[in-house]
């Protein structure tokens, strides 16, 4: 998938890697592991949903991602993000303006977050973050989906975000075709991402 998501229109460039991995507590129980699989060069978002030994499993996927040159994120702890060196952070919607404050007040690294609707794309791009998860995109499988966007409504959303958008919802091998014209700068998954 990381071959098909750096074909896309929009193929992001210079920090952004092309494909993003999200880690989740159900569909991907051992995060090292998933992490060790992922092809070199995507990006890791950590989602540790406040597991008790998330600074152990931090430090174990920040050395993870040095060996194998991932970008290293982590989702909503920027105590967490700064413990284990990640290269940056990624919001949920419900914290964008955390992560506005925080550009604002100066601090590095790759920002993303995720984005369910226009008005959370702008406002991502205002607060100077660097990319956006639109989701969901298409049918999914996660326990947490809701009706997909579908790929009119999310191309006309992407070419007006100000920001580069990756896809995440229902992509895998197959889909991923799907958004060749949509100007998504890359794809994000969880389960769709084969070792």
Known sequence: MARQAARLDGAAHGSLPPLLALTDPQRTPDPVAFAARL???CGLIYRHYGAKNRFDIARHLARVARERDLVFLVSADTGLA???TADGQHFPESRLPEAARAR?????GL????CHSR???TRAAEAGL??????????SASPSAVRPL?????????FEAGLPVYALGGIN????????????????AIGGIKG
């Open 39 to 41: 092809p070199r060069g």
């Open 111 to 114: 920002f993303t977050a995720a």
């Open 130 to 139: 660097d990319a956006a998860l639109l989701s969901p995109i298409l049918p």
């Open 82 to 84: 700064r413990a284990c």
């Open 119 to 121: 008005s959370a794309l």
């Open 150 to 158: 579908g790929l009119m409504r999310a191309r006309s959303w992407v």
């Open 104 to 108: 604002q007040r100066g601090d590095t």
């Open 173 to 188: 091998a197959d889909t991923v075709r799907r958004l060749k014209g949509c100007g998504f700068s890359g794809i994000a």
